[in-house]
């Protein structure tokens, strides 16, 4: 069967604004959640429930919750490091739980503070507890395509982590490229071990833009069957925890390239551009986002004076 749809996760009120130098105000991250259900996204990582002295951002993740419109067509999700994580983000009515961990031993012990498997054993008791709640969970994989202490993380390593996230229960799997260092092969080869092993596993892709590979990463991806990304409003982000990690993958111009191939994401593409416009007024700096700078493809132009068709 063609596919003619592919999901669209903004993960920019968590991933976007958690690097940001200065502190983002509550009223704004409200706002840009509430016109990323407006404009038809069906997902949305709205915050994460980190100690606030780990991720000061992130300080206000109960009251985002509490101030934000539920879109009925949109799944809220967010992140969750640990149990007690879970315990304060299940209070807010979330839809989903992300967990991470990073394959990468060396960046799960810069991120988490503790090593790959001790985190794995900590997840599973989230697990437990979201699932006996009625939220899903889903297991974010770190570092899945390499690594800025270690450089390229063997296939079998990253396997190994998500046979752990199955053996719990989680009901998705993504990958992320937290410093921008995946290729397009090595995508479609780690993709594909993975779906050859778990075939039903709904696998997710997240993916950094800091080399410029991001879109290309993306493509390789939906060539071999995944049709759930994450991507940021403006292209903002970055891991606070890892050298280097520029910003994610940019959410409108993620859409455009999947409008231009003829897919469809349901979202208003003008409405997310308009709002990425106002959002980098707002930050005060300029986003690396590209169609909110170019337009669209076919946002024509009129003719210098004096020349005709």
């Not at 976007?16 to 959640?33: A, R, S, W």
Request: glycine residues 10%; contains cysteine.
């Amino acid at each position: 069967m063609t596919v003619k749809h592919v999901f669209i996760r903004d993960v920019a009120p968590r991933d976007g604004f958690q690097i940001e130098p200065n502190l983002v105000p509550t009223d704004l991250k409200v706002h840009v959640i509430n016109a990323l259900g407006a404009a038809g996204v069906p997902g949305i990582e709205a915050t994460s429930f980190v100690h606030p002295k780990a991720v000061p951002q992130m300080a206000d993740a109960e009251e985002v919750m509490k101030q934000i419109r539920r879109y009925p067509s949109t799944r809220y999700s967010v992140l969750v490091p640990n149990l007690r994580g879970a315990q304060r983000a299940l209070a807010t009515g979330p839809d989903q739980l992300n967990l991470v961990v990073s394959a990468s031993e060396s960046h799960n012990r810069a991120n988490l503070n503790r090593g790959t498997f001790e985190t794995l054993a900590e997840h599973k008791a989230v697990a437990e507890l979201s699932l006996k709640a009625g939220i899903p969970v889903q297991g974010g994989i770190a570092t899945s395509f390499g690594c800025p202490f270690e450089g390229r993380i063997p296939i079998e390593r990253v396997l190994t982590v998500v046979e752990r996230y199955v053996e719990i229960g989680v009901t998705g799997i993504g990958l992320a490229d937290t410093t921008g260092m995946a290729n397009p092969i090595q995508v479609r080869r780690l993709v594909s071990a993975v779906k050859d092993r778990w075939p039903d596993l709904d696998v997710h892709l997240h993916f950094h833009n800091t080399r410029g590979m991001g879109l290309a990463n993306v493509y390789a991806g939906f060539l071999e069957g995944v049709t759930h990304f994450d991507a940021s409003l403006g292209g903002i982000g970055g891991c606070p925890f890892a050298p280097g990690a520029t910003g994610n993958i940019c959410t409108e111009d993620t859409v455009h390239m999947f409008s231009e191939m003829g897919l469809e994401t349901g979202i208003d593409l003008d409405g997310l551009i308009q709002l990425s416009r106002r959002m980098e007024k707002a930050l005060g700096h300029k986003l690396p986002g590209q169609v909110m700078k170019a337009g669209k493809t076919m946002d024509l132009h009129p003719l210098p004076p004096g020349i005709s068709r």
